[in-house]
Structures are given as C-alpha cells and as structure tokens.
C-alpha cells in the first residue's frame, strides 16, 4: 500500500515499467512545450493587433500636431516677409522641406536595409561548422553538411509549395461543394482555439505529473528494499499479500521476490529433516567406499 502522503498514481501508470514511463516522459515534454510556444506566439499576435490600434491612433495625433506646426511655421514666415503673398513663400519653404525630407527618408531606408539580414549567412554557418567540430572531432565534413542543409532547405520549400498546392485544391473543391450545396460556406478550423490548447495542456501537464510520481515510487529503493524485506521475512498476512502482489499495487515486483524467497527458506524449513539423512547417507557411503577402496 502507498505510504501516507505518497502521490496518488494511476494503474495504467504503475503497470508500466519504468523505461516506458521515462520514454513517454520524453515523448510529451515537447509537444507541451510546442503547445505553450503556439499560445504565447497567438497572444503576442493578438497585442501585436492593439498595439497597432494604438500606434496608428499615435499616427493621428502626431499628423494634427505636424498641422500644428506647419501652421505657426507660415505664421513665423508670414511674420518675417517683406515682399510678395504669404502662400507662394511658404510653399516654396514646403517644397524644400519636402524634398530635405525624401532625401533623409532615402538615405534611413537605404542604411536600414543594409543592415539586413541582421545576422550574416556566413557567420550562422560558420557557427553551425564550430559546433559539428565540437561534436563529431575531425569526422565532421563541412562540405557534407553544407550539401545536406540545402537538401533540407530545398525539401522545406518544396514541401511549402506542396501545401500551398493543396490548400488551393482545397479551396477549389470547397467551392465547387458550397455551389453543389453539399458543403459548408467555409472550411472547418484546423488551428486549435486557446481554450482548446489550454485544456489540452492541462490534460498532458496531469499526465506528466502522474508519470513524474510512477517514476518516483519505482525508483524508491528504501521502500523497495522494506517491502522486500517484509515479505521474504514473511511478516506479512495472507491477505496482505494477495494486495502487495497485484500489478495494481505499488512496489509489486519487490513484494513478489520477497514471496519467492519466503517460499524457498520455507521449503528448506519443511525438509531440512529429510535433507540431513539424505546428506549423512552420501557422507557415509562415502567413507564406506574410501575404505574397500583402501582395502
């Protein structure tokens, strides 16, 4: 029986062994942690989505505050003109304005975009190179790995082009459907709603939890060793060994030992009158064969 305060585990679990525990443990840490990326990558899109509510609103204001400026700009020129109507100098002033402002705006985005891609392909290579000479030593070829990145970018872009492909053949045979009136006006969601990934981490996080505690109670050597050492001691009712025994139980396999063991010093017990007549039989025909021998 579980001692108190030992976390409940499920039969399913504790009828495992424990390299199927460890490898189902392996197997589900990374799709939980492909679930938690997929809802931090929806919320970040989400307040990506307000976040540019609030800039453009910013836009605005800042277009009325340009308004603003512009217009003391032509209060100051109208201020200090001497000749001529007040619209064609400040048009003149907007225009070279204007034309300071392409320049600059030319000259950012042509810097900007050499500073593109942030990271140099070289150097991205060159690291991965480093980090196949400290894993593989001098069998590493960099020409090989070289080849076979390209064969995995080529197989992603094919791959993309192929579901590309599909979802257009999709599309085609939804609407040929939707005028048959044999299907839906849109296609089911594939994409999983964040209640639903919720639950479904919920669900994997328990089960993780309980595999956590299959793991735990079969690598508890104190207990193992106790509940051994009861059975082979054989300190223990019938009735308690019936339950101890079951797969269902915890440290079973432990408590079946003991029983084997409790059964073989018993059955030395029962016959150990029957096994020294049987001994003092050989060791005196044997040293009634050593003296005819002698003879």
């Known amino acids: 029986m579980t001692t108190n305060g030992a976390p409940r585990v499920t ?8 390299l199927d525990l460890l490898a189902t443990m392996f197997r589900l840490v990374p799709k939980q942690l492909s679930d938690n990326l997929t809802l931090l990558s929806g919320q970040l899109k989400s307040k990506g989505i307000r976040g540019g509510i609030g800039v453009g609103a910013a836009m605005f204001g800042l277009l009325f505050g340009s308004i603003t400026f512009v217009s003391l700009v032509v209060a100051i020129i109208g201020g200090f003109m001497s000749e001529g109507p007040l619209w064609q100098t400040a048009l003149w002033v907007a225009l070279g304005a204007f034309v300071v402002m392409l320049i600059l705006m030319v000259i950012g985005l042509l810097v900007i975009r050499s500073t593109f891609p942030l990271v140099s392909p070289d150097l991205v290579r060159g690291v991965k190179h480093d980090i196949g000479y400290v894993l593989k030593g001098n069998a590493f ?10 064969e995995r970018r080529q197989q992603k872009l094919v791959e993309k082009q192929r579901r590309k492909e599909l979802a257009k053949r999709a599309q ?3 609407k040929k459907a939707v005028r048959r009136g044999e299907a839906a006006d849109s296609l089911p969601q594939t994409e999983p709603t964040d209640a639903q990934l919720r639950h479904r981490m919920e669900l994997r996080r328990r089960h993780l939890g309980d595999l956590r505690s299959g793991v735990d109670e079969k690598t508890d050597l104190r207990a193992q060793f106790n509940t051994f050492t009861r059975h ?3 300190k223990v009712s019938q009735e308690q060994i019936e339950h101890a025994t079951s797969p269902l139980a915890p440290h079973h396999s432990a408590a079946r030992a003991g029983e084997k063991v409790n059964d073989g010093v018993g059955f030395v017990k029962d016959r150990w009158q029957p096994l020294t007549v049987l001994g003092a039989s050989v060791t005196t025909a044997a040293v009634l064969l050593r003296r005819l021998r002698r003879r």
């Open 11 to 18: 039969t399913k679990t504790r009828m495992s062994s424990l």
């Open 141 to 150: 070829d960099p020409v090989e790995f070289d080849r076979l990145e390209a």
């Open 172 to 174: 085609k045979e939804q």
């Open 232 to 234: 082979a001691s054989g």
